[in-house]
């Protein structure tokens, strides 16, 4: 990539990451196909910054750990390149798999490549059996196959990404909002299957609490993208629920009872909700001419 026009600028949000760093950066300095490395520390109490900078990296620091994703905006809107990738600090992704994403976005002319991990990729059997969920419930969403949601390691065109960096939380799961709202606006989105390393050290992310909002996150995302794909199963459920109900009362006391009625007025309500929602979010991603 050095002698192509396209600029590379690389993003890396890192947390007492110092050893790690001090291991896989020098792979990333002999590769060399890039035109600047921004290194975010985020609230590090060890060496992160230091050995960051020695690596010729330019060094932005939180005065104290603003989150994942907060960092990640913050890096972006430094960058000067027209492609940006982003890595993890963790030693996990390789950085000689950087070409391989690099020559799927200019080959396929896509705006996004996701660094797609297998089985073998994850952290343990619980957060794989997680992913597996992720994937599919958002494959079932956005109407295409997702093959990692929440994979950390992918690379996008910076205008199209600059697009929906208010979307973005401040904390983990910013892989999971930037490639549903990438797939509502109709960018293209490909997955190249790369080989992670497992991590040394502890992992910020603690299962239970960032499971929980990797799911949230993703309902939300999901009635950005398609509401009715969400609230139509819910409204359809309340109105089977009051119909039995009123099937069973009808025919055992001759009645139709207010359990039956608050379930079907349940019912219309939640579908309408999901259709405003629909023309809601069609408005939001509609382009000026």
């Given at each position: 990539?050095?002698?192509?026009?396209?600029?590379?600028?690389i993003?890396?949000p890192?947390?007492?990451?110092?050893k790690?760093?001090?291991?896989?950066?020098?792979r990333?300095?002999?590769?060399?196909g890039?035109?600047?490395?921004?290194?975010?520390?985020?609230g590090?109490d060890?060496?992160?910054?230091k050995v960051?900078?020695?690596?010729?990296?330019?060094?932005?620091?939180?005065p104290?750990?603003?989150?994942?994703?907060?960092?990640?905006?913050?890096?972006?809107?430094?960058t000067?390149?027209?492609v940006?990738v982003?890595?993890?600090?963790?030693g996990?992704?390789?950085?000689?798999?950087?070409?391989?994403?690099?020559?799927?976005?200019?080959?396929?002319?896509?705006?996004?490549?996701?660094?797609?991990?297998?089985?073998?990729g994850?952290?343990?059997k619980a957060?794989?059996?997680?992913?597996?969920?992720?994937?599919?419930?958002?494959?079932?969403?956005t109407?295409?196959?997702?093959?990692?949601?929440?994979?950390g390691?992918?690379?996008?065109?910076?205008?199209?990404?600059?697009?929906?960096?208010?979307?973005?939380?401040?904390?983990?799961?910013?892989?999971?909002t930037?490639?549903?709202?990438?797939l509502r606006?109709?960018y293209?989105?490909?997955?190249?299957?790369?080989?992670?390393?497992?991590?040394?050290g502890?992992?910020?992310?603690?299962p239970?609490?960032?499971?929980?909002?990797?799911?949230?996150?993703?309902f939300?995302?999901?009635?950005?993208?398609?509401?009715?794909?969400?609230f139509?199963?819910?409204a359809?459920l309340s109105?089977?629920?009051?119909?039995?109900?009123?099937?069973?009362?009808y025919?055992?006391?001759?009645?139709?009872?207010?359990?039956?009625?608050?379930?079907?007025?349940?019912?219309v309500?939640?579908?309408?909700?999901?259709?405003?929602?629909?023309?809601?979010?069609?408005?939001?991603?509609?382009?000026?001419?």
């Open positions: 990539m050095k002698d192509s026009q396209i600029k590379v600028s993003v890396i890192a947390k007492n990451e110092a790690n760093l001090n291991k896989w950066l020098p990333l300095a002999e590769w060399n890039y035109n600047e490395l921004i290194i975010i520390d985020d590090s060890d060496n992160t910054a960051a900078k020695s690596y010729g990296a330019k060094v932005l620091r939180n104290q750990s603003l989150g994942n994703g907060a960092s990640i905006k913050r890096g972006f809107r430094e000067k390149g027209e940006v982003f890595m993890d600090a963790d996990q992704h390789k950085p000689e798999d950087i070409p391989k994403l690099l020559e799927t976005l200019e080959s396929e002319s896509v705006d996004m490549v996701v660094g797609a991990r297998d089985a073998g994850q952290a343990s957060r794989y059996l997680a992913n597996v969920f992720y994937n599919r419930f958002a494959s079932y969403v109407g295409q196959e997702i093959k990692d949601l929440t994979s390691f992918r690379v996008v065109k910076a205008d199209k990404f600059r697009e929906f960096i208010y979307l973005l939380p401040n904390k983990f799961s910013y892989p999971t930037s490639t549903m709202a990438f606006a109709g293209l989105v490909r997955y190249v299957s790369v080989n992670v390393l497992r991590r040394e502890r992992s910020h992310i603690s239970l609490r960032d499971g929980v909002r990797f799911l949230l996150i993703i939300k995302i999901a009635t950005l993208f398609s509401p009715l794909k969400v139509l199963p819910f359809a109105f089977l629920l009051g119909l039995g109900r009123y099937i069973y009362t025919l055992e006391m001759g009645v139709f009872t207010n359990m039956s009625a608050l379930l079907m007025v349940s019912a309500q939640i579908f309408l909700i999901g259709l405003i929602s629909e023309q809601i979010t069609a408005l939001i991603y509609k382009k000026d001419n």
